[in-house]
């Protein structure tokens, strides 16, 4: 019987490299049919509101418009995460630096309500980077003080920034006039703290506009600037790096607190925008996905952006597929974590070929 081997390439596969975001889809298209094919669903059917429905069926002249909204916090993490990912430093608790940043700049605003001044909303993006910045120094300095794990403490700061969550929304940031109920007051009735729309058809508000500045300052940085080089070679060469003079213990500060006001900028333009108000359920997994769209998207800022509207439109359809479907929001997720189980599987060509065993080079 033919056995299979890997072997190790000389150097990376271009081709391979490429392709395999491409292929990750496909094989996750497939996957995801079967799936949909034994909870009882056509699979034809259920793929094609995933992906076409969103953007030409009777309604896309609306879902469009909100393909930007899913998509700009999912950018705005994935480049800062994407930052770190390529110098080798993991930080897995996007999703708490985001939950930190929106409380930190919600705190903000309510803390002056209901002052009307132009100023109030900036100093909140501040605030908010600030808050994710905060939270992210926590694994930082816990790795370069006392070489700690930035995945496992990062992580666990999640489930902490939660908790916070759950306190702002019944406690220190609950409503005075809700009537008992959790949830902050809402924003969009305090237009000086408000994200509102700046082209309303388009789904563009302040926040897209951040995730799209952040690939063109990501671009920039990686292809023109010091700090880029000191990134790549970090992640491809460390004893280079050591020996080229970059110093390890700056670099995870630089790459986990850039992550981290990025995330807090999601975070409280999402707030601000559209959930609107801090509540108990204000999270929805933005920080998490984020990884998958880095990378999807090869680590590039620029590839970060169509993989950021590509997870937004199985955001928006996977929600239509739900209510039009019936398909449980488990199997939606599932969907969704198949593309990073078979980019992650198929990247293993990049750096291997797959021979029989016995096959001559």
């Known amino acids: 019987m033919a056995m299979l081997r890997l072997e190790r390439r000389p150097t990376p596969s271009q081709f391979w490299s490429r392709a395999t975001p491409l292929l990750a889809v496909a094989l996750t298209m497939v996957a995801g049919g079967i799936m949909f094919a034994v909870l009882g669903k056509n699979p034809v059917t259920a793929i094609r509101t995933i992906f076409w429905d969103p953007l030409f069926g009777e309604f896309a002249w609306y879902l469009r418009g909100q393909l930007l909204v899913k998509a700009g916090p999912l950018i705005l993490i994935a480049v800062g995460l994407s930052m770190g990912f390529r110098a080798g430093i993991w930080n897995i608790g996007a999703e708490g630096q985001y939950?930190?940043?929106?409380?930190?700049?919600?705190?903000?605003?309510?803390?002056?309500?209901?002052?009307?001044?132009?100023?109030?909303?900036?100093?909140?993006?501040?605030?908010?980077?600030?808050?994710?910045?905060l939270w992210a120094m926590i694994p930082a300095v816990l790795k370069?003080?006392?070489n700690t794990n930035e995945i496992l403490v990062s992580l666990m700061l999640v489930y902490v920034a939660q908790t916070v969550l759950a306190m702002a929304s019944t406690g220190f940031l609950r409503n005075p006039q809700g009537a008992g109920f959790p949830g902050s007051r809402n924003f969009s009735?305090?237009?000086?703290?408000?994200?509102?729309?700046?082209?309303?058809?388009?789904?563009?508000?302040?926040?897209?506009i951040a995730a799209l500045m952040a690939v063109a300052a990501g671009y920039v940085l990686l292809q023109r600037h010091i700090l880029g080089f000191q990134i790549k070679l970090s992640g491809q060469a460390p004893r280079a790096a050591r020996f080229a003079g970059v110093n390890p213990e700056r670099l995870v500060l630089i790459c986990m607190g850039l992550a981290g006001a990025l995330a807090g900028l999601a975070g409280v333009f999402e707030v601000t925008g559209p959930a609107g108000q801090i509540s108990?359920?204000?999270?929805?997994?933005?920080?998490?996905?984020?990884i998958i769209v880095a990378?999807?998207?090869?680590?590039?800022?620029?590839?970060?952006?169509?993989?950021?509207?590509?997870?937004?439109?199985?955001?928006?359809g996977g929600e239509m597929a739900s209510t039009n479907l019936g398909l449980p929001s488990a199997a939606?997720?599932?969907?969704?974590?198949?593309?990073?189980?078979?980019?992650?599987?198929?990247?293993?060509?990049?750096?291997?070929?797959?021979r029989l065993k016995g096959e001559a080079r």
């Open 280 to 290: 108990i359920d204000f999270n929805v997994g933005y920080g998490f996905t984020a």
């Open 332 to 354: 939606i997720q599932a969907f969704q974590g198949m593309l990073l189980f078979f980019l992650l599987a198929c990247d293993l060509l990049t750096n291997y070929r797959i």
């Open 189 to 208: 009735n305090y237009p000086a703290a408000h994200n509102d729309w700046l082209i309303e058809s388009a789904g563009l508000h302040w926040g897209g």
């Open 144 to 146: 370069t003080r006392f």
């Open 295 to 316: 990378f999807l998207g090869r680590l590039n800022p620029v590839g970060i952006l169509f993989a950021g509207l590509l997870m937004a439109l199985t955001y928006i």
């Open 99 to 133: 939950i930190m940043g929106a409380i930190a700049g919600a705190a903000v605003g309510l803390a002056v309500y209901p002052v009307e001044t132009r100023w109030i909303f900036p100093l909140m993006v501040v605030a908010g980077a600030f808050g994710g910045w």
